[in-house]
């Protein structure tokens, strides 16, 4: 159906001390338009009140209100990207590495529905796209903790997913994070990277993987890998899950939102060094080379949790914003991207 796998073969800098095939960064909101000008631009994600529209497939707005000032996502590439629109989805590719996204309206709030569809178009596009493997997910849904055991938003989110996956294979699942926004628009959005090779999923030697969940989480254990590390001709740095404070499958520290966040440090800390296992090049610690997004439950603990990432050692660039965590208990989650 698409033509994209037609791409002339660019030319790409692989010497370790070129540049990066790959950049990602925060910057100020007013950057938007400078970024979507440069051709190289592989995406750029706002976040918060939905600004006005933009037409470039590449941009992205997920209403989740920011602390601090209002900053975009921008993510580069080193050669210029192809883009467009088709089938109800956006979009853009490098020669080695592919940016999607869709949005799907919940029909009658069935989110199960609309994860089901969303998945199922997302892995006919890869079929079809010459970027057949999957790396990292992204879904934000309205309300994501909402409707009792089994009938939760989440639970039924998992189940819809699963049945839109073509052919799942545990071994190969994306890294991934889902989190709920508070906007009351009952519209699943989800974005992801996928590549022509396949990429190294991992899993955190302090948790149980969440495929393999007992029963008591839901109907169908969610299906991420805490982290991926993608084929080296993306040029993409560890791709870190969202991460909480759970050791084993039990969420800790109930009610304490600083120590959920020193127990999710420590998560992602764990999976830096079970990747660097494979890639020793990694930086060892959480820091420059770091992107982090911190998703943070309730609005009131926003500035505690900005002023402890602002004092962490090695201060990695991050953002913080306001959203639902997928388990009631759970006070706050990171994701990162990790060079
Ligand atoms: C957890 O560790 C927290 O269902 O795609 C984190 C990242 C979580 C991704 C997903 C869920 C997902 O279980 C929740």
């Known amino acids: 159906m698409s033509t994209i796998h037609d791409a002339p073969a660019l030319q790409v800098a692989s010497s370790p001390a070129g540049p990066a095939l790959f950049h990602a960064r925060y910057a100020p909101a007013d950057e938007r338009d400078a970024a979507l000008a440069d051709p190289c631009t592989l995406a750029v994600f706002g976040f918060g009140v939905r600004g006005p529209a933009v037409a470039d497939p ?164 969610p299906s991420f890998s805490r982290a ?19 050791v084993g499958h039990v969420s800790q520290h109930t009610g304490a939102v600083d120590q959920q966040l020193r127990e999710t440090l420590t998560n992602l800390q764990s999976l830096v060094d079970t990747a660097r296992r494979q890639r020793p090049g990694l930086s060892p610690t959480l820091g420059a080379g770091s992107l982090l997004k911190v998703y943070v439950r309730n609005a009131a603990d926003m500035p505690a949790v900005a002023a402890s990432m602002a004092a962490l050692p090695g201060q990695p660039p991050h953002v913080v914003l306001h959203a639902e965590v997928c388990r009631a208990e759970l006070l706050v989650e990171i994701e990162g991207l990790h060079a």
């Open 58 to 221: 590449r941009w992205l707005q997920v209403p989740l209100a920011e602390h601090g000032p209002a900053r975009i996502e921008i993510w580069r590439g080193t050669v210029p990207v192809q883009h467009g629109r088709e089938a109800g989805l956006r979009w853009a590719h490098t020669d080695a590495l592919l940016f999607g996204a869709l949005e799907i309206e919940e029909e009658d709030g069935d989110i199960e529905a609309a994860a089901a569809e969303a998945y199922a178009r997302m892995s006919r596009f890869l079929a079809d796209s010459g970027f057949p493997h999957l790396l990292r997910t992204w879904n934000y849904l309205d309300a994501v903790t909402e409707g009792d055991g089994d009938q939760e938003r989440y639970r039924r989110f998992c189940v819809g997913r699963v049945r839109g996956l073509r052919a799942l294979d545990e071994a190969a699942l994306p890294a991934a994070t889902c989190i709920g926004r508070f906007d009351g628009d009952r519209r699943l959005q989800v974005y992801w990277l996928a590549a022509r090779e396949p990429g190294l999923p991992l899993e955190n030697p302090r948790q149980v993987s969440a495929f393999r969940y007992p029963r008591q989480y839901g109907p169908q254990s």
């Open 228 to 246: 991926l590390l993608a084929p080296p001709a993306t040029g993409l740095p560890l791709l870190q899950s969202g991460t909480a404070a759970i």
